[in-house]
């Protein structure tokens, strides 16, 4: 090995060391708990509540979990006995932006209709991504009253939903017609529903 390729290794070296120590040293769970405050502020002044009873943190792997995640507005609340995020490299390099897996489970969906048990939804999986322009969520696994599968994005600017072509179905879909008109959701042939809204790059 020449001199330069010697160089070039030490430093290499010297910075996945560094890279090691701020990973191992780094306060994560101080990090996490003071997004999560800044994250329910912002929640409150757009009219929505932020909970959660817990939260739990993993460095081997990384992760993040939240305990008993509520989130309550004027129209609906619902809440997931667990929330837990988990960066993803392979998704981080296929989307060429920051990317991760997101599992939500025992969740619980209370709709604004009166007589009505809520939705529960053992699991719900997907993959979201952020972006410049807000982010991104692709689901990849829903079990439970409501079989959602899809893909929508979020804008930042707009505070809304950009694009997304979402089906949702199941045993209690029908539960949806009453939102139809709010949501802009369309009745399928197959009886399910489904919110199909096109981005700028797409018109």
Known sequence: MGRTGK??????????????SFYVFFPLDGAVRTLWR????????????????????KRFPLSVAFLNLRVTSPLLSAEA?????????LSSLKNLSPAGRLRLERVTIVLPLPGEAPL???????????????LEGEILKSEGDLEISGHASLSSGKRGIEAADLLFQGARSTLLESFAPLLGLKKEPSGGWRLLKKGKAEK
């Not at 006995?81 to 490299?89: D, I």
């Not at 529960?120 to 807000?134: D, N, P």
């Open 7 to 20: 160089i070039l290794l030490l430093v290499f070296a010297a910075l996945a060391g560094f890279a090691l």
């Open 38 to 57: 800044d994250a329910a502020r912002k929640a409150a002044a757009e009219g929505f509540v932020l909970d959660s009873s817990g939260i739990e943190t």
């Open 81 to 89: 006995g667990r929330a837990e995020f988990a960066p993803s490299l």
């Open 120 to 134: 529960f939804l053992s699991a719900l999986e997907g993959v979201l991504t952020a972006r410049k322009e807000g």
